[in-house]
């Protein structure tokens, strides 16, 4: 989360939690765990490309705007403890 806010294009590996934020070649790459060759290509695929870095870059920072931004999350989350505590009454 912190290298999508700074966008950073990112080259992660492709877990669940990952899936969530990433969209491969769209905002970043995801690799197969234990895929040290693919790592290495996407990486070097990303050095070699200002344009695809500059996108994902934008692409990073406006997701990171849109679904990481505290001030709008903590709302929803004050909204969900409040209704939690309405039910157990």
């Known amino acids: 989360m912190e290298a999508l806010a ?3 294009p990112v080259v992660v590996t492709d ?3 990952n899936r969530e ?3 491969d070649g769209e905002n970043g790459f995801l690799v197969p765990p234990g895929d040290t060759g693919t790592l290495a ?3 070097v695929k990303l050095l070699q490309n200002d344009g695809l870095r500059s996108r994902m870059s934008h692409a990073n920072l406006r997701l990171a705007g849109i679904r990481a931004d505290w001030k709008k999350n903590s709302l929803v989350l004050e909204k969900c403890l409040n209704d ?3 039910q157990a009454d």
Do not use: N
């Open 15 to 17: 877990i669940a939690g």
């Open 6 to 8: 700074c966008g950073s």
């Open 41 to 43: 290509v996407r990486i």
């Open 21 to 23: 934020w990433i969209r």
């Open 84 to 86: 939690l505590l309405v």
